[in-house]
């Protein structure tokens, strides 16, 4: 069975600080999709990145980055110089899915507060 | 915007009763997913459609049924509501008309979610 782990619940921060969110996963399939997404105030999913199980090359994007190893199942997220407008939560999900089944296994979430 | 609609937006009613929430899939997609989000279960997957037809089903209350129409458009039907079941439901889409549906990944594109309140 596939699970997704996010041990933070709530992060709270003063703005410009880094902060980073955990994620943990478990999958017994060989090639596998990580996800994280972020859910403001508004209620809406909106996608931020997806990785494949076999590209574990870090990636940036802005003040974005995400960490994904392999070794230790984990998906991290690193947000560089909060600003108030990051506030909310964030979702790390896991999929396998083959021949168009892919349903997204989502961890609990972790709420970010940035404060000013 | 996703390109995904999800109507009514909010929707509060009494126990017992029975709604129906409506799902619109991007323009082309085949596959429609039903998600739900409360406060003590998380976001966990419900069912699947591809196409019109059952593909995967999750932790569907049998209270709760869907189906998906020949346009694509699928509807989530809640019956017998209880007040645990106050929560955001979101509709995701993927698989374009074209695509075998057998790829690596379709990216999954998520409606702005249902309010259902029980009261």
């Known amino acids: 069975a596939q699970k997704v782990t996010q041990a933070q619940t709530e992060i709270s921060v003063v703005e410009k600080e880094d902060v980073t969110l955990d994620c943990v996963y478990e999958?017994?399939?060989?090639?596998?999709?990580l996800f994280w997404y972020k859910q403001p105030p508004s209620g809406e999913l909106v996608f931020l990145i997806r990785?494949?199980?076999?590209?574990?090359q870090n990636e940036i994007s802005g003040r974005y980055s995400w960490n994904f190893q392999k070794s230790t199942s984990s998906f991290n997220f690193t947000i560089t110089a909060s600003q108030v407008v990051d506030s909310a939560v964030y979702f790390c999900a896991l999929t396998g899915g083959y021949q168009g089944a892919q349903k997204l296994v989502f961890g609990q979430g972790t709420r970010l507060t940035i404060n000013p | 915007d996703s390109g995904v609609t999800q109507t009514p937006k909010h929707l509060i009613t009494a126990t017992g009763q029975r709604v129906t929430l409506r799902c619109s899939p991007r323009?082309?997609?085949?596959?429609v997913y039903w998600y739900q989000q409360s406060l003590d279960q998380g976001l966990q997957f419900l069912i699947q459609y591809y196409n019109g037809e059952e593909r995967a089903k999750g932790n569907i209350l049998e209270r709760f049924s869907a189906q998906q129409f020949p346009d694509l458009h699928s509807e989530l039907n809640l019956s017998s509501l209880e007040l645990g079941d106050s929560a955001l439901y979101f509709c995701?889409?993927?698989?374009?008309?074209?695509?075998?549906?057998?790829?690596?990944?379709?990216?999954?594109?998520f409606g702005p979610g249902t309010r259902l309140t029980v009261l």
């Open positions: 990785r494949n199980s076999f590209d574990e």
């Open positions: 995701a889409s993927s698989v374009p008309k074209g695509s075998s549906g057998r790829s690596s990944y379709n990216e999954q594109f």
């Open positions: 323009s082309g997609d085949l596959s």
């Open positions: 999958t017994r399939d060989t090639t596998y999709y």
